[in-house]
């Protein structure tokens, strides 16, 4: 993926932050299980764990897949690498809970800009974005993969998702996975005979999951979704010394229950293209 088609970083970051800033549509009541909640209570929904008969009758309530796309990416020191997938699955496995379908496992391989450093060595994603000084390899980083075969492995997954009955494909998370899925929706639409939907331009300003890059958006989703693999005792205590490889407002402003917000603000902007779509 070539980078100077693409938005950048910084435009993602910019476009994540209006949005924040606008008002909230009235919430979604959350179903989030919590940590210690009894396997037997929790609705499931994701793919890997249906038996056949669920998965039949899950797939005829409600024809719908949800993909989510992540990473193993630097997230600063207070998030796990994981945490782009942790974001669009928990996003998902909450569409699924209230609006039917089924959660496949998180695609941790993605695009993402990269260059080589004057040492040869490969920069990737936030290795040089601007708050990241010097430029460098960001530890823990392992997820890049050429654009053409990031294209390749969504065509087959569609075209397996096609076979075993969905109808329609919601697909979301790390950003430059976000923008390649987004640029290719309307082609693959006619070439699958799938209904696709992901963040596009339309919602994008009102979309609020994963709209910085560990900054307070994707801190709060994380504090609100998995608050024990966040640590905001890792980030510098002076507010005057900004953290590294982090892009967006303030991650020591995060809170579990913006994160709440943010994710059921999204939730319902799925309801509403679903419905939109005659899919609800
Ligand atoms: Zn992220």
Excluded at 34 to 57: A, C, N, W, Y
Excluded at 96 to 119: E, F, S, T, W, Y
Excluded at 216 to 230: D, G, I, K, Y
Excluded at 241 to 246: A, C, E, F, M
Aim: glycine content about 10%; aromatic content about 6%; overall charge neutral.
């Amino acid at each position: 993926m070539q980078e100077a088609d693409h938005p950048s970083r910084r435009d993602f970051i910019a476009a994540g932050l209006a949005g924040a800033s606008a008002g909230l549509v009235p919430g979604v009541q959350s179903t989030a299980p919590g940590q210690g909640e009894s396997e037997r209570t929790i609705m499931k929904v994701r793919f890997d764990e249906l038996l056949p008969h669920e998965f039949r009758k899950r797939l005829a309530q409600r024809p719908i897949a949800y993909l989510p796309l992540g990473t193993l990416e630097w997230h600063g020191e207070h998030l796990p690498l994981g945490s782009d997938a942790i974001q669009s699955e928990g996003l998902m496995v909450e569409c699924a809970r209230q609006l039917g379908g089924i959660v496949m496992p998180p695609i941790h391989l993605g695009p993402d800009r990269a260059k080589p450093a004057d040492d040869g060595k490969m920069l990737v994603g936030m290795d040089y974005a601007e708050s990241t000084t010097p430029p460098r390899q960001l530890d823990g980083s392992c997820y890049w993969v050429p654009a053409g075969f990031h294209l390749l492995m969504v065509d087959a997954i569609l075209a397996q998702l096609k076979r075993a009955g969905f109808r329609a494909v919601f697909a979301d998370g790390h950003g430059p996975s976000r923008w390649s899925w987004v640029e290719n929706l309307s082609e693959r639409q006619v070439r699958f005979g799938l209904k696709l939907f992901g963040v596009t331009k339309r919602i994008s300003s009102q979309w609020r999951s994963q709209v910085d890059h560990a900054a307070r958006n994707e801190t709060s989703l994380m504090m609100h979704l998995r608050p024990n693999l966040v640590d905001l005792s890792q980030l510098p205590p002076s507010r005057s010394t900004w953290p590294q490889g982090v892009g967006g407002e303030d991650p020591r402003d995060a809170t579990a229950a913006y994160g709440k917000e943010c994710l059921e603000k999204s939730v319902e902007l799925v309801r509403q293209m679903f419905a939109e779509a005659g899919l609800l």
